[in-house]
């Protein structure tokens, strides 16, 4: 019998988000709006997903902020 299946965190681009300051690095950018997730696949086909989040990041260092 063979069974394959896969677990791990997965990162959907959303569209674009607002223009803001950021605080790490100090740049005005328009930041990506991004999902965020937990997922369980079997046969390549997902299963189930939990830990949704939604977010903001910066285009220039990756610093995320919750919307």
Known sequence: MFLLFGFGSKRKHVGPGSTRSCPRCHNT???????????????????ARWKRVEFEECGICGAATEV
Not at 29 to 47: E, H
């Open 29 to 47: 950018t328009q930041w990506s709006r991004m999902k965020q997730y937990q997922q369980f696949t079997l046969f390549f086909v997902p299963v």
